[in-house]
Structures are given as structure tokens and as C-alpha cells.
């Protein structure tokens, strides 16, 4: 995990994480019945993968690939050996002596030279893949998700590993699938349904995984701001805890300031104050006021010191901040201490010059779009209350809804393939998706809250607002505007509706989400 810092100065985590981690596995509960040997194992593999997906979370998609294979590396050393892996990566290529003839002849002269590098630097494993099998291995080249297929029955007997037939051998023959066989080699290693941590949802990560006195960094991408799901998630949150108390609202209890020049002293007020009372404060863009985090830092520590002072049980010997009575004494400032319900959120870009000590202070996740639609999907269901699906009763709503969410994941989806999918990158985020819902509901509702029937003039503030206003007013390139239009008018009409048909894909019909 410290070797993370060497690929982004964000990515550093304390040995106190590591032990936090720990300690979560063993509270699990196990199988009694378990002998201790098989319960070694079993927390062993629990915690490798409490680890990954913790680590894997605070980490940019670019980067989860590599530090999946940095795992293998280290957990699985017997997957590969160093020699394979230098070959690998291109630290032990010998130029080999083919003169450009033809190889085999269900091989082009491009592929012969890959193959020929593989040959002279690992010739034992060159030997073993029978490359004269010409009918299999036509085949072979020829299917659209190489790295999928098994190895075939003739080859498992040859000291192959699924490293050598899985990645070697892609790399030197369809190196357009290379990137999707490290992550099946990766997973099916370390023992993992995906590499992708599960979907980011706020409100259950505050449930499951924050403390009071562990803040919460978010590291963002340029254009990236989680402020939205974070004040819906407080909402959430405080609406429930003062459900009785008609005198609080829930937007008393969450505060953020985005940090900037004459902010840092209210900082320091309203975190003090946050942490007195069981608030929730977010200090936003961290990343502008570089200079200030180590005074950040060291009234965090003193909360948090003083926090463990007040903790020390009064019946503790030799105790010098007890009285003879017991009691703590007055000298421990017992008004500042940090209140149990209280979360410091932290947002900010990625900085060289960001303090390690405050980095490895916090639970970190990155906020960034999930990959691919699926995910998309699933993480734009769950970040929606359960009964959102469900308000006013309308299966209309929940098929336009769904055809958001799936407007949502396609825009989002079309930046990975910059300047194919847009000409550039476009950050659609949370609030634009909570905009587009709320004018869905808007045009949608009628008086007394009841839903009435789409008309043509709903389909025409839709088609204008999504993409002049909402998703398009962002967008200065007439093909992008384009693009977006031509989904707008696809994805947004009666027969979609109607027939509640998405191109091959069903849309729901129903107001009831199944989790």
C-alpha cells in the first residue's frame, strides 16, 4: 500500500487503517464449526479483499488495474515469476534475429515479431504453447473476447500458467484485448467478482464505515462535486434523527464552505462547533488553500486528543487528569470534546503538496463516475431513497425516471472514449441528474400532486431544458450538441414510454424497486 504514493501523492494510508481493518474481519461472524487452521484461511482471504476493496475505492479508475496487479505481485507470487513480469512490462526485451519471413501461416509479420520477443526471452513457455496447432490457433485469434476462452486440455499439461496463456500470449497476439485479460487475470486471482469496488453510495458509507473522529476526504476530479449527494445524505440522515422535533431542520444540522480566501477562520468556528453539537461539516476544495491544512490538521488532533482524554475511564490508576474523588479533572476542556454523531466531509483535488500526515489521517474515497452502464445504473438506483421510485404512485414517472437514469449513465459513459464518444470531457454529475429528476417531476405534476398523461409539450421542454440548460449548457461543440439531441430525442419520446422499450432493453413498469 505505500508504494501508491509513488503513482499519485493522494494515495497513502496508515498502518492504524490497515489494523482498523483488521479488527473489522475478526468482529465478523464465522462458522463455529471451523477448525483454526480453516479459520486462518478464511480471515485471511476476508481480509485481502477488505483491504482491496477499501484501497481500491480511494483510488481513480485509471489506477484500480494496476493496483490489482500490484497485488498479484505481492499476495500471489507464485502466479509469475520476476522474469515474466519484466517481460511483461518491457524491462526485459531482447531484440530477436527474425528477419521478417513468415512465422507460422495463420500469423501476419506484425504479430511474428511479438511472438519471436516472446520466443527469445521465454522460450520454455514459447515451447509449451504449440503454436504449430495452426486450426486452434486460427480460431483462437480470431474470437472477440480472446482472453475469456480457456486453456485448452492439451496445453494445462505443460506447466502453463494463466498468466502465460491469459496475458503473455495476448499481449503478443491481440493486443486490443490485453487491457480486459490483466483485469480477468487479476480477479480470477485474487479470488474477485470484479476489480471495481462496489458502487459508491454516501449514505451507506456513513452507516457502515465512518467514525466521528476519522474525517472523510473525497478526492475529486477537475469539475467533480459530490456537495449535492452529500447534503442529500445529511438530509437523510437528520431527517430521521429528529423525526419528533418539529423545531430542528435537518439543514441546522449540515453545513459546507467552500474554502477559499477569508474562510479559514469560520472553518475552525463551525468545526469546533460541528464537533460540540453532532454535526455534519464539509470544508469543500481543500486543494485552494494548500498552506492552511496543517492548521487544519492540528485542531483535528486536538479535538481528537481531547476526545481520548474525556474518554479515560475515571477508575484508571495513576491517572493524573483524575481526582482523588474520580472524577476528571476541570483542567480537561470537556465542552470540546467531539460528539459521536459528528462527520468532518473534506473535498479536494489531487496536490504533490497536500500534507502526508492529514492524507493518511482520513478514510478516503475517490468521486467519479462508476464504469460502464450497468454500474452507471446501479449507482444512480441506490443514491435515489427507496421511496423515491415510488412518489405520487406512477408507473409513467418511474419509466421516465429510468429512462433518466439510463440518459444519465450513457452521457457519462461516452467521456471514456474522448474524442470519439464527446470531443472532450464533460463533467455531468449528481446535481445535474437531481435537476433533470426534478423537472421530470415538475412538468409531470399536476395539482394536488397527481401525475397526468406525457403531451408533445412535455417531450419539448424536455428535448429544450436537458439540451440547452441542464446536460447541453455545458457544451460549446455543435457535433457534441448534436450527439446529446440525437439521444434526447431517442431515449425521450411517446412510443418509449408508451411501449416502455429502450432499443433491446425493457424499462420498468412498475413503481416498486427491487434491491
Known sequence: MKDLMKINH??????????????????????TELKTSERIQSLQKYIEKLVYENVCRALFKPDRLMFALHMVRTMRPQSLTDEEWLFFIGLNVIESCHTGEKLYSWLDAERARNLMKLKTALPNIYENLCFEDSQFWTNWLHENDVEMKPMPKNLQSKSLTAFHFTVLVVQALRPDRLYSAMSQFASRTLDLPQLSPSTLNLHRLFETETRSTEPILILISPGADPSQELSETATLHFSRKIFNKTSETTSSHYRQIAMGQGQTDLAIKELHLAAKQGDWLCLKNLHLVIHWLPVLEKEINTLLNINKKISISPNNNGNN????????????????????????????????????????SCLKIAYEAPPGLKRNLQRTYETWPRNYISQGNSKTRATLLACLAWFHAVVQERRTYIPQGWTKFYEFTFADLRAAADLIDRLLLKDHGQISRTTEDIWSWIHGLFGESIYGGRMD????????????????NDDTVRNRQLGPFKLPGTTELKV
Open 10 to 31: 493522494m494515495y497513502q494510508f496508515s498502518l492504524n487503517s490497515f489494523l482498523y481493518l483488521y479488527q473489522r474481519a475478526l468482529s465478523m461472524p464465522h462458522n
Open 321 to 360: 487528569d483524575n481526582d482523588d474523588n474520580g472524577t476528571i479533572n476541570k483542567s480537561i476542556d470537556t465542552e470540546h470534546c467531539v460528539h459521536e454523531d459528528f462527520r468532518l466531509w473534506l473535498t479536494a483535488e489531487p496536490r504533490t503538496t497536500f500534507p502526508s500526515t492529514l492524507l493518511q
Open 477 to 492: 461543440n455543435t457535433v457534441d450538441l448534436s450527439v446529446l439531441n440525437s439521444y434526447l430525442t431517442s431515449i425521450f
